[in-house]
Nanobody, 118 residues
Framework: QVQLVESGGTLVQAGGSLRLSCLAS???????????MAWYRQAPGKQRELVAT???????NSAESVKGRFTISRGSAKNTVYLQMNSLKPEDTAVYYCNAVLRQVNYWGRGTQVTVSS
């Protein structure tokens, strides 16, 4: 199994920047077998939505609503994924969750709260 722990969420003003981190722990075999990692977010009263993904080969993709503002990246040790968020807007306020896919099984962290004030 893989455990995911997010960090970096906080209160920030609109227009500001924030970097979220996700640390994956487990055996080295499991970490190296992760197919893809992603960031999702869920705002109050809304469904969880995909924000950005990164595959084991480093290919990335992001939602239209965050393109040009958010960047997903992976640490050199492959067990850390980051989400750099720039030009934050109040509508980016949500709980941000880290996700990992390993052998077609989804793993989730508990989330980190990001609040953007206007």
């Amino acid at each position: 199994q893989v455990q995911l722990v997010e960090s970096g969420g906080t209160l920030v003003q609109a227009g500001g920047s924030l970097r979220l981190s996700c640390l994956a722990s487990g055996s080295i075999f499991e970490i190296n077998a992760i197919d893809a990692m992603a960031w999702y977010r869920q705002a109050p009263g809304k469904q969880r939505e995909l924000v950005a993904t990164i595959t084991s080969r480093g290919s990335t993709n992001s939602a239209e609503s965050v393109k040009g503002r958010f960047t997903i990246s992976r640490g050199s040790a492959k067990n850390t994924v980051y989400l750099q968020m720039n030009s934050l807007k109040p509508e980016d306020t949500a709980v941000y969750y880290c996700n990992a896919v390993l052998r077609q099984v989804n793993y989730w962290g508990r989330g980190t709260q990001v609040t953007v004030s206007s």
